[in-house]
Each structure stands twice: as structure tokens, then as C-alpha cells.
């Protein structure tokens, strides 16, 4: 993977322990040779969560969550790949070299250096905003967190700080900081007016933007003078702080979200904190800026659903259903509750008390169904507005993912709109047709028309067969040739599929490389050789190998003799029936050989057909 090397990785797995990992976060109980326990990924009352602790590999029978001791790591605590790896060698003592083999590992190691100056930078001038609160400057800034009705609970909970008038920028020179690194951090800015610098933030209330490794990204400030044009302030783009792929809040979020399989977006700051008063710490808010496909994105490794808390007029209206044209397409299930005409979170909980606002999400609408039922009641109210309803309607459920949902939508809509379901179903592909003529529009190098994507990625009961028990005890590839001698050099003639026979080159290639592992190797996200349906049917082949209650090695070699010889004898039928075809078509001499080779094959068909009778083996 880049920059760490595979020596490493396995080095990892081999002195990591993905039972003990788990256990940090689920109870696990001895099932048989597994450990069971509730999966911290979905909500469930009945353990569905199984983890192997031979093979180091998990599997979730509820949701289909699957992978090695970084996947885990990565999927619970939202850490990218690299982050999850460096967190568990630095809980085991591994040292990860500073660069891999690749041609630019100076370069990565230059930027890593960088970020790691400017996160001290960060975390510096976030421990001077903490004192500079507690501090007689700061008396201002906590009466007015004390209006807002910041407990100091909150305060501590979100890190809150003051930024005074002045003395950061001195504050970092004392603490080694570089006014380079400093101004890269997005902490001070350069004078217009003379040479030097001043800081960026003064006299603000401070909030960290915290990622979720813990490390101070940026930073967004709320004036204290009143100035509603430079009412908010936030750090502009650096190598570590990019605003489109960051929310804020989701560092204390990550876990509430997942346990209540749900997320509340906000708008600002003091909105998070509203609702976490309110008892509910499962909510997020872009950090000064709309929401993005990347949010939405970041949003789906945790939950499947979204309740949106906007303000009600039309500006709220109208962003509500921007977001939902984001986060629909991810697979998200979006809600939404609009706030009381000149109310916000803060503010209602403060004049109406923490169970208004609760009742207030509780009661979210499913926004799709809310938009479908405006423009329904729009066009029942006046039918010369019915084809223009229609559309809109359409542009709706292009959003509907799910198919069994999304033809019960068109069933309501053709009934409440006297029309029948295929004009519905006609607007809806139209719909769908202009969607993507303007994506296309808007791409450099546009799909060419006609491009058909891969078929699904189907295992015949005898390839899935043998792949379930090489799963089960990995130590039996390297017994495949014994098995049936040469099987995994010549295996390309027994599977007409290319992307099986890919598929089984990727397991007889990690086998090689990483012996005993190769199962967790294939499952790990450090793997670029599985991936869409491949990796999908390698994960139903775990889950059923996860199903086996009984481990016995002997039957388990029984049954893949079993099915390398089916693999041998179907290519033996496929080899006479190509050469009859050869031999009926055939006018040139040498016909006789033909006829000498069928017949070889024949007998060799029926030969293996009475050993099948007795005891199925591969010669």
C-alpha cells in the first residue's frame, strides 16, 4: 500500500490480536471455534457478529461487515487506511519506516513532516485558546458561552477556547512554531499594511474542528462584538483541513451515530451544541460550508440514515433539498424536521427547554415522501399543472435507491394522479435521462454510449465449493497439486470465466506471498486485487465458511479432491466435445488423429466416471 510496505503490514498481523481489538468496543463470548458478539456496526438484539480468531478475519451474518484488524479499526473509528495502520504498530511498538519502496517516498515523507508540523501547530494554539478562556481576558468570552448556555461540561466536552486581540503568533514562536508553519495552519495572516504577520482569530469564541484521529484540523470563531458581517470566522484550506470532506462534531459523534443508526445534521456550531443539551450527541454540521457528496459519503461509512435540522423558511427548504440530491444517491435514508419561523436549535432549546427540540426530530419526515405529497397536492389542486408536477415528482424518486420502494411510490402517484404506471414510470426514465446527460455534460472524458457494465460475478457450486474449504484451512492450497498435480499452474483451463479464473489467481497469489494469511490478506483494505463483485463473492464465500461448526481437515481434503476432479472432468468434456467438433467439420488429412484423440478422451470421460462410483479422485 504505498508507503508501508507489505513486510510491515504483515508484521502487524501477526503480533496484532483482532480478538483483543474488538474486544475494546464488543462483548465477545466463545461460540465453537469462534467468538460471537453483537455487531458494533448495525442494530441487533441476537449476536450476528463472528470473529475468527485463527484466521484474524471477521465476519457480521446480519450486515455482511467483513475484513482483517485494519478494516475493523478503519469502519469503527472512521480512520483512513494509513491512520489505521500506524495506530495499532504504535499500540504495538512497530516502527513504520519513512518511506517504502516507491518511487516517491521522499515526497510522502516531506508531507507527512508538514502535516506533522502543522497539527502542533493546531494543538499548540488550541491549548492557548483554553487558557486564554480561563484567564481574566477571557471573562467576556465565558459570560457570553454562559448566555448561550454552554455548561462547563460542553465547554470541556467540545474543547471551547477564546482567541484574545492579540498574542497567538507569539505564543507559537515560544512553542517552536514557525511563523511558516503557523501561517500554513491557517493561524495567522500576513500584514497588508507592513511587514509581518498578525493572528488570523482575535477576539473570538474558538471551536476546534477535531478529526477523527483526534488531531486539530482548523478552527471556527464566533465574534464577540456583534458584527453580523464577520459574525463567523473559519480557517481557510490547508494541507490538513479541507472543508468539503470535514463535519464538525463527528469526532464525539461517530459512536452515538452508529449505536442509533442515524445522523442529525445542523448548520453551525452552537447548533451542535443545542442538540447535544438536548441529549442527543448523534449530530454533525458542515464547517462554513454547503454539504457535499464527499460529507455524504463520509456519513455512509457509519449509518444509513440522515435527519436534516434546517431552518423553516425557504432558504432552509431550498438547502434541505440540496442535501437530500447528496446524500440519496449514497444510499442514505433522509429525513427532515424545519425549525419554527426565527428559531434555531439554540435558541429554541433556551425559550422552549431541550424536550421541544427532541419532539421537533423525533417528528423528522421522510423528505422524499414530503416533496412527492407537495407537488401531488399541487397538482390535484389545479390539473393544468399536472405535467409539470410530474416532472418534479419524477426528479423525486430518481432519488428512491431501493426498487421495492421506489414502485410503490410510482403506484401511489399514478393512483392519486388518475394516471396510469407506466406514464409515471415514462417521466421517471426521462428524468433519469437528463440526469445523466448532465453529468456527462459536466465530465472531461464522458462514458461512451453503449459501454456495458460487468456482469455480477457468478460461482459455480464447485469452484464456490473448493474456495469454502481452502478458506476454512488456508494451509490447503499448497496441497491443491498434490491434489491434482499442476492444478495451480494450469487452473485457467479448468474455469472458462476470466473473472473467476481472476479471482482464483488472486488467492493462489497471496497464498504464496503471505502463506498462512492470505484469507485476511484478500479481506484487508491494503488489497487492490479484490474489489467490486469480486471481493463481494470472496465475502459470501466467508460467510459460508463461517457457517462450518465442525473443523475437520481430512474431510475438508476429501471434499476439495472431490471437487478438483469435477473440475477435471468437465474440462475433459469440454476438450472431446471441441474435438468432435473438429473431427465432424474436418476435411483435410489428419482426420484420423482426431479421431484417435476423441476416442482418448472418451474413454478417459468414462474412466473417470466408475471412479467417481467408488472414491472421486484427481489424476
Not at 259 to 287: K, M, N, T
Not at 611 to 617: D, E, G, V
Request: aromatic share 6%; proline share 5%.
Amino acid at each position: 500500500m504505498g508507503d508501508i510496505p507489505d513486510q510491515v503490514l504483515d508484521e502487524i498481523r501477526d503480533r496484532g490480536d483482532l480478538a483483543e481489538i474488538v474486544g475494546r468496543y464488543v462483548t465477545l463470548r466463545q461460540s465453537g471455534s469462534r467468538l460471537m458478539g453483537l455487531c458494533p456496526f448495525h442494530q441487533e438484539k441476537t449476536p450476528s457478529f463472528s470473529v475468527n480468531r485463527e484466521r484474524q478475519i471477521y465476519y457480521c451474518f446480519g450486515c455482511g461487515a467483513s475484513g482483517d484488524l485494519f478494516a475493523f479499526r478503519m469502519n469503527y473509528e472512521g480512520l483512513g487506511f494509513r491512520e489505521a495502520v500506524r495506530a495499532i504498530a504504535d499500540e504495538l511498538g512497530i516502527q513504520i519506516p519513512e518511506s517504502g519502496p516507491d518511487s516517491d517516498g521522499g515526497q510522502r515523507k516531506e508531507e507527512r513532516d508538514r502535516a506533522a508540523r502543522l497539527y502542533s501547530a493546531t494543538s499548540a494554539a488550541l491549548a492557548y485558546f483554553r487558557t486564554s478562556l480561563r484567564s481574566p481576558s477571557g471573562t467576556g468570552a465565558g459570560r457570553y458561552l454562559e448566555e448561550r448556555g454552554l455548561s462547563l461540561d460542553l465547554i470541556d466536552r467540545f474543547q471551547v477556547g477564546y482567541a484574545p486581540p492579540e498574542g497567538l503568533l507569539a505564543h507559537l514562536r515560544s512553542r517552536g512554531i514557525s511563523v511558516e508553519d503557523a501561517e500554513m495552519a491557517g493561524l495567522i495572516s500576513p500584514s497588508k499594511t507592513h511587514d509581518g504577520h498578525y493572528d488570523r482569530f482575535r477576539a473570538r469564541v474558538m471551536f476546534p474542528i477535531i478529526d477523527l484521529a483526534g488531531r486539530v484540523e482548523g478552527f471556527g470563531g464566533r465574534s464577540l462584538d456583534g458584527d453580523p458581517k464577520f459574525k463567523y470566522m473559519n480557517s481557510p484550506e490547508t494541507p490538513i483541513y479541507r472543508k468539503s470532506s470535514t463535519l464538525f462534531g463527528l469526532s464525539l459523534a461517530r459512536q452515538a451515530i452508529r449505536e442509533r443508526s442515524r445522523a442529525i445534521i445542523v448548520e453551525g456550531y452552537f447548533d451542535v451544541v443545542a442538540v447535544h443539551r438536548a441529549g442527543l450527541s448523534e449530530v454533525v454540521a458542515p464547517c462554513g460550508t454547503a454539504l457535499t457528496a464527499e460529507h455524504a459519503r463520509l456519513l455512509r461509512r457509519f449509518t444509513d440514515e440522515v435527519i436534516l435540522l434546517f431552518d423553516g423558511d425557504a432558504a432552509g427548504q431550498k438547502a434541505a433539498e440540496k442535501s437530500l440530491r447528496l446524500l440519496a444517491p449514497e444510499h442514505l435514508y433522509v429525513r427532515a424536521a424545519f425549525l419554527p419561523a426565527d428559531e434555531d436549535p439554540d435558541t429554541l432549546v433556551q425559550r422552549r427547554g431541550a424536550a421541544a427540540l427532541r419532539e421537533l426530530i423525533e417528528g423528522a419526515e421522510d423528505l422524499i415522501a414530503k416533496r412527492v405529497d407537495e407537488h401531488v397536492g399541487l397538482a390535484r389542486a389545479n390539473p393544468r399543472t399536472t405535467a409539470a408536477a410530474l416532472r418534479e415528482i419524477s426528479e423525486m424518486l430518481c432519488l428512491v435507491q431501493d426498487r421495492t420502494e421506489r414502485k410503490r411510490y410510482v403506484q401511489d402517484v399514478a393512483r392519486r394522479l388518475e394516471l396510469t404506471v407506466e406514464d409515471v414510470k415514462r417521466e421517471i426514465r426521462e428524468a433519469e435521462q437528463r440526469k445523466e446527460r448532465a453529468v456527462s455534460a459536466s465530465l472531461d472524458d464522458p462514458p461512451h454510449p453503449g459501454e456495458a457494465a460487468p456482469a455480477p460475478l457468478e460461482l459455480d457450486s464447485v469452484v464456490s465449493g473448493m474456495l469454502v474449504e481452502l478458506i476454512r484451512f488456508p494451509e490447503l492450497v499448497h496441497e491443491l497439486d498434490s491434489l491434482c498435480p499442476g492444478f495451480t499452474q494450469s487452473y485457467e483451463q479448468f474455469v472458462p470465466d476470466a473473472r473467476i479464473r481472476e479471482l482464483l489467481g488472486s488467492v493462489f497469489d497471496a497464498s504464496e506471498r503471505h502463506a498462512g494469511r492470505w484469507v485476511a490478506h484478500l479481506l484487508s483494505p491494503a488489497e487492490e486485487a479484490l474489489r467490486g463483485d469480486a471481493r463481494a463473492s470472496f465475502t459470501k464465500l466467508v460467510e459460508a465458511a463461517s457457517k462450518y461448526r465442525i473443523d475437520d481437515v481430512s474431510k475438508a481434503r476429501e471434499a476439495l479432491r472431490d471437487c478438483l476432479s469435477k473440475l477435471k472432468a468437465v474440462q475433459n468434456s469440454r476438450a472431446l466435445k471441441a474435438t468432435q467438433d473438429r473431427r465432424t467439420s474436418c476435411t483435410e488429412p489428419g482426420e484420423h488423429d482426431l479421431w484417435q484423440e476423441a476416442q482418448r478422451l472418451l474413454e478417459e470421460k468414462r474412466r473417470r466416471s466408475r471412479q467417481q462410483q467408488t472414491y472421486p479422485r484427481c489424476t
